[in-house]
């Protein structure tokens, strides 16, 4: 018995398909696609449709290039190595002004996408008067081989923020920046800016885009709550196995430093084969696991196991299911166990088992 992380692969190709829509989506494949697996997910999207794929990562572009020998590849964060960019098409962002005065003669036959920095603050050229500055300057520049401008774009930081009003500002600052270029003629092959949030909060891609950016909803998990549990479906499923059932009583201290006192004789324990060194999170564990479709409050933490408080209806050899369609990694998002990427992020590859059925 191991501890298992698995994805049912038509579900999570359903997922795609329903988020997707009839809609341009250009999907992020960072962190081998969200810890789905970067050839998994190529393959999956690629079935459905969808052939632009970002990544933060050049390793992980120069990848996907070999995985998808056509697709349109963005790379968001800049690097460097420009003949790795040309040799692979990849096109990449343009960070910062100065950036391009240092980079602009480096950076001829690579296409690249004018990043506006807005309110996240991570990168990016920082107004329209630094927008315009570079297309003028691109414009005039007289030199036979250049960088070609393809795209704009933009990363929201609050599309997942109801309480306040940051997402209407960076989205309202970032639609003036578009609509100016757009009305003094400038045009791009592609504009995008919508994050999962974003996509489902406008309920389509925003006017003058060609793509929404698109992740979590992708790989199956709602950005915020009031998104319904059949629009963005679950195909992960993380479980362990019950290896025994112990009696303690009332006055005992299970687990490392004192982790959970009985209060109760006679409390039965599940020890079960998973814990932190396979990525379950601390904060996760405060709350429950699911086995024989019932929950039980999971009671330790420990690096390969965890107690699991259990009644006379469990057995060893039980699953214990951390993660799955009943079970979302989303709904610990919302009781604040962390971000749905986090905890899928913690994940420990290398010693869980994978599978994709
Ligand atoms: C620049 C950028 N675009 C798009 C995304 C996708 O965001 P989400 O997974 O919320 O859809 C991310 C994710 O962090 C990102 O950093």
């Given at each position: 018995m191991t501890a298992i992380w698995s994805v049912d692969t038509a579900m999570f190709c359903e997922n795609a398909k329903r988020v997707k829509q009839d809609n341009n989506i250009m999907a992020v494949v960072k962190n081998h696609a969200y810890h789905y697996g970067l050839e998994f997910a190529i393959e999956q999207f690629s079935k459905i449709g969808i052939d632009t794929f970002s990544t933060t990562s050049l390793k992980e572009a120069m990848c996907i290039r070999k995985l998808a020998p056509n697709a349109t590849i963005f790379l968001m964060n800049a690097v460097y190595d420009f003949d790795l960019l040309r040799e692979y098409r990849i096109q990449m962002t343009l960070p910062s002004l100065s950036f391009y005065y240092e980079h602009f003669n480096d950076l001829y036959d690579i296409a690249i996408h004018l990043e506006f920095e807005n309110l996240l603050h991570r990168s990016g050229l920082k107004s329209i008067d630094e927008i315009k500055e570079v297309l003028q300057h691109h414009r005039q520049n007289?030199?036979?081989r250049k960088m070609h401008i393809t795209g704009l774009w933009t990363h929201f930081?609050?599309?997942?923020?109801?309480?306040?009003?940051d997402y209407q500002i960076e989205r309202d600052a970032w639609i003036e920046i578009v609509d100016t270029l757009i009305a003094d003629g400038y045009t791009f092959d592609m504009i995008h800016a919508q994050n999962s949030a974003s996509y489902f909060r406008e309920n389509s891609v925003l006017k003058h885009h060609t793509h929404a950016r698109v992740g979590i909803a992708l790989y199956g998990s709602r950005p915020y709550q009031s998104i319904t549990e059949e629009s963005i479906q679950q195909s992960l499923t993380v479980k362990g196995n019950v290896i025994q059932v112990r009696e303690v009583n009332k006055g005992d201290y299970c687990g490392y430093s004192f982790a959970f006192e009985v209060i109760k004789d006679h409390t039965k324990l599940a020890v079960v084969d998973i814990g932190y060194g396979d990525g379950i999170l601390k904060s996760r564990a405060k709350h429950e696991a699911l086995i024989n479709g019932k929950r039980y409050p999971i009671r330790a933490l420990m690096m390969s196991h965890m107690f699991v408080e259990v009644d006379d209806g469990i057995h060893a050899r039980d699953e214990v299911i951390l993660y799955n369609k009943d079970i979302r990694v989303d709904e610990f998002t919302f009781k604040g166990v962390g971000a749905n990427s986090e905890q899928l992020s913690a994940m420990n590859h290398h010693s869980l088992i994978k599978e994709y059925r």
């Open positions: 007289q030199q036979s930081g609050y599309a997942d923020e109801f309480d306040v009003p």
